[in-house]
């Protein structure tokens, strides 16, 4: 290995269960240098960087990873050790105790003693040092809960950096961020490269992946595409070389025909619950009609699920705008407001938020519907049972009974038991947020038919999904959202993968 | 689909397992029974059994309401301090109002008739207290937002001086022989084989009726091993416990209500949307949530029944002991809790029943039972009912890691 590669990745594999999430991935990052990765959801990013951190052990994959001169073999306590070797993570999600203040946690086990106490004074002494040396703004003593998201982004990477980390993997770092804080970000990244330390950077965005790094690599479908300077790319070969892959997988035909507005959002702006300063969805206008499926797409932490989630109710402040149903104003203030004013939201995860997992197949389906079975008090049992066969049949769920428990299903069954509690519900708007994540061909291209299908009998579908080729075989029209914001609706027609994936990273 | 219900196979272990562990309270407690009555020859006497069950009676409402509380993942810690505030209430009203308001209010009216309506007013009285104060958790712990565990804890301290400012820190009493009829009466033992018969009427008319439903639905029926397994199991155990009462004096009042109540209870948890929607909250809110289902509401009405419950068990407390005193109810929330987790219900919600609840109340009652029969000083069983209680869980946790691996 040349002495100014620090890291040397050769033919790394991994699958999951029905996937490849790596294969044959190759690359390597110089010595000091800022080095982005870019690709598509599920291209294999996170994979590749759980394996860099130690979060998947040495004999859960193959290939070969030179690390600093050395083979990295990551085996019990692998985080702790990948740690000790001098690489470090920071994740999109904060891992900082927030009842402690900088200090405390910058030392989190590692605090420096005297006769068996903490030495406070040494502590904070040192916390400032590292402050200072990456020129961060705050104060060690602060509690972390009372600085903002962009602060505490700051103060994971200071406590990152405090030891004797070589190589930083920041995973999409300013997703969470408003503007001012990325700036902030942005320098602190410069100051640890002119410090030494080798930068990973994972983004989606392409105006930082123009600002700070030196070489990019591209992955798509789990395997490298390329690696160049970044000087070497344009906007426009940077998406291509992300999108750039043939229509797979089939969809079913259809022929829409699409009747009045049934669903109108004006000027739809929403506080983050968990950053204040930011506005998860920003002015969203836009409409959909009678029988057509309306795409949302968007890269991970665009927005699009908090956009969906507002709208029935359930996420963050609503600060303005409007939600219209048949041209009547609707104030959703709740999932129950939105049922009612015939919205249904099947949730980007099943098991947390779809499903009872440990309750029947038959009570998952019927839960929301129970009204239409119960005269007075009483729920009819037999009625409900009834229903609920005719609904999982239509879904084709694959059961022993519809007695058993929804864990025990595959997830495809289980996306179709959600479905057909969606349909029981009799939505004239249904939501699907990823419908098909994680399930395989087979029960996907079920649940494309029966989309056309419900479309064809007059219902609308919004989808999200993290696919593109899915939103383009499906969609009627492509809303494109970027960091909560409403890029552009395009019709089927007009759109491709490179023309959404432009949008989608804010090249325009 | 049910195409393998009437199918003879042989059952393999792990079947067997988890069909034994839905009875495992119940070997316990035959278990329980079997080395008390070696011990001492009175445990199965009439007499001693009637008391048993009077003695469980209590707790049993208790439990009866705090299984959908611990199934919508909350606590209610202070069901003990709200039965002895009830308690308290219903000596007081009995001893220092009623007393004199209903001769003034009925002048003429014959003594009996007053003893009626005092019983009675305090009986709507001590409900409606009870009631309300469940009301007032429920829309604590549902619309303010605050942890059940922190705004029961606090009701079952401010209860508790609500214990102490009505009885004065003495004994308040005696109250009226009505009222204590509710708490220490027994049915006329002819009427109570009337109402055995009734019940086992109404089983079978179940059974032929849920067979008819299965058949015009279009599922098969069930099989006649469950059939009479179902009908024949429930109607001996209701004639088997008449004829033992009969041994004695009879069906206990306060046994037959708490049968009613916990028929009533399991119905509206299995047979209405109250019942569905706790199970669905405690198994996920989240997913609760999105479906639509009014979880705040919902936590409210479960809080309210539990109030019910605790007024119930005020009522038959205060009659059974004669009087109110300054302990009146203390720990009782302790033992309703421990009666829940022995009868399967679980903390994490989700997941009970109102019968198998009983049964674990029956398993402390059997307990603190038979130890006093053997004088056994009070701290054994303070100590036998805790060792009971993890040994439960243990078995509850080792059963669930069976299922996972």
């Not at chain 2, 009203?93 to 004199?100: E, G, K, L, S």
């Amino acid at each position: 290995m040349q002495e100014n590669l620090i890291l040397d990745i050769q033919k790394i594999n991994k699958s999951f269960p029905g996937v490849r999430a790596l294969k044959d991935a190759t690359f390597s990052v110089q010595r000091g240098s800022v080095h982005g990765i870019c690709g598509e959801n599920g291209a294999g990013k996170s994979t590749l960087m759980k394996i860099l951190s130690g979060v998947y052990l040495k004999d859960e994959y193959t290939g070969v990873i030179q690390f600093d001169g050395k083979e990295l073999r990551l085996k019990e306590n692998a985080i702790h050790e990948a740690k000790e070797l001098g690489i470090d993570i920071v994740y999109q999600e904060l891992a900082l105790v927030p009842k402690m203040t900088v200090g405390e946690n910058i030392f989190l086990g590692k605090e420096p003693t005297h006769a068996g106490r903490i030495d406070w004074s040494s502590l904070y002494s040192r916390t400032q040092e590292i402050l200072q040396r990456y020129s961060l703004d705050i104060n060690p003593q602060a509690v972390i809960e009372t600085l903002s998201v962009g602060k505490q982004q700051l103060v994971e990477i200071a406590k990152a950096c405090a030891g004797k980390t070589k190589l930083l993997i920041l995973d999409e770092p300013t997703s969470a961020l408003s503007e001012k804080e990325i700036k902030i970000l942005m320098n602190t990244v410069k100051t640890l490269k002119s410090n030494g330390i080798t930068c990973i950077y994972i983004t989606h965005k392409l105006e930082e992946v123009f600002e700070i790094t030196d070489t990019v690599t591209i992955l798509r479908d789990g395997a490298v595409v390329t690696t160049k300077p970044t000087s070497e790319y344009t906007n426009e070969t940077l998406i291509s070389y992300m999108v750039g892959r043939e229509m797979t997988e089939r969809f079913p035909k259809r022929d829409p025909k699409l009747g009045d507005v049934v669903l109108r959002v004006e000027k739809f702006t929403v506080q983050d619950p968990h950053n204040p300063k930011k506005h998860s969805s920003h002015d969203a206008t836009f409409d959909v009609r009678k029988g057509e499926i309306f795409g949302i797409a968007g890269l991970m932490g665009s927005g699009r699920t908090e956009l969906i989630r507002a709208l029935y109710g359930e996420y963050g402040t609503k600060l303005s705008g409007n939600v219209f149903i048949n041209g009547k104003i609707k104030p959703i203030k709740s999932a129950q407001d939105a049922m009612k004013s015939g919205m249904f939201l099947v949730p980007e995860d099943r098991k947390t938020e779809g499903l009872i997992l440990q309750q029947s197949i038959l009570k998952n389906i019927t839960i929301p519907s129970l009204d239409i079975f119960s005269s007075f008090f009483r729920i009819d049992k037999y009625k409900e049972l009834k229903t609920a066969q005719t609904y999982a049949k239509k879904m084709a769920v694959k059961a022993p009974s519809l007695y058993v428990k929804a864990s025990t299903l595959s997830g495809g069954n289980q996306q179709k038991v959600v479905l057909a509690k969606a349909l029981l519900s009799d939505p004239q708007v249904l939501i699907l947020d990823d419908p098909t994540r994680g399930i395989d061909v087979g029960a996907k291209y079920e649940i494309y038919k029966q989309m056309v299908e419900l479309t064809n009998e007059g219902m609308s579908i919004i989808m999200i999904s993290s696919s593109l080729e899915e939103i383009l075989g499906m969609s009627d029209r492509i809303m494109v959202i970027s960091e909560g914001k409403v890029i552009t609706v395009l019709d089927s027609g007009e759109a491709n993968q490179e023309i959404i994936m432009h949008h989608a990273v804010g090249a325009s | 689909m049910n195409s393998d219900t009437n199918k003879i196979s042989v059952p393999s272990f792990s079947q067997i397992r988890a069909r034994l562990k839905n009875y495992t309270m119940i070997f316990a407690l035959l278990l329980i029974w079997i080395v008390f009555g070696f011990l001492n020859q009175n445990f199965f006497s009439a007499r001693n059994l009637s008391n048993l069950f009077r003695q469980m009676s209590i707790i049993g409402f208790l439990a009866i309401g705090m299984v959908p509380i611990i199934v919508t993942g909350n606590i209610d810690l202070s069901v003990g301090s709200v039965t002895g505030f009830v308690s308290a209430l219903a000596a007081y009203f009995q001893v220092y109002v009623f007393a004199d308001m209903f001769p003034a209010l009925l002048p003429g009216a014959s003594p009996a008739t007053i003893l009626l309506f005092s019983a009675l007013s305090t009986i709507i009285l001590s409900l409606l207290v009870g009631y309300l104060i469940g009301c007032l958790h429920g829309y604590i712990v549902a619309y303010l937002g605050i942890p059940a565990f922190i705004v029961t804890l606090a009701g079952m301290i401010v209860f508790r001086g609500g214990v102490l400012g009505v009885t004065g820190g003495e004994n308040v009493g005696p109250v009226n022989d009505a009222f204590k009829f509710v708490a220490q009466g027994y049915i006329p033992i002819p009427i109570g084989y009337i109402l055995a018969i009734i019940a086992v009427a109404l089983i079978v008319y179940q059974q032929i009726r849920r067979q008819m439903n299965r058949q015009r639905f279009g599922l098969e029926r069930d099989s006649i091993q469950r059939i009479l397994f179902v009908s024949l199991g429930s109607s001996l155990l209701i004639l088997l416990y008449t004829w033992t009462m009969s041994q004695y004096r009879g069906i206990q009042n306060p046994v037959l209500i708490l049968f009613i109540v916990a028929t009533l209870m399991t119905y509206v948890s299995n047979n209405t949307r109250l019942g569905r929607y706790s199970y669905a909250i405690g198994g996920n809110r989240e997913a609760a949530q999105l479906s639509g289902i009014n979880t705040k509401k919902t936590i409210f009405y479960i809080f309210s029944l539990m109030g019910l419950m605790s007024g119930i068990a005020g009522v038959i407390l205060a009659g059974y002991v004669g009087s109110a005193t300054p302990l009146a109810g203390n720990q009782y929330e302790l033992d309703t809790i421990a009666a829940c987790v022995l009868g399967g219900t679980s903390l994490m919600g989700g997941e009970g029943t109102i019968l198998g609840t009983l049964v674990g109340a029956l398993i402390t009652a059997s307990l603190i039972n038979g130890m006093s029969l053997m004088n056994l000083d009070i701290f054994w069983q303070y100590m036998a009912k805790g060792i009971v209680l993890v040994v439960a869980v243990y078995i509850d946790v080792l059963s669930k890691r069976g299922a996972k691996s």
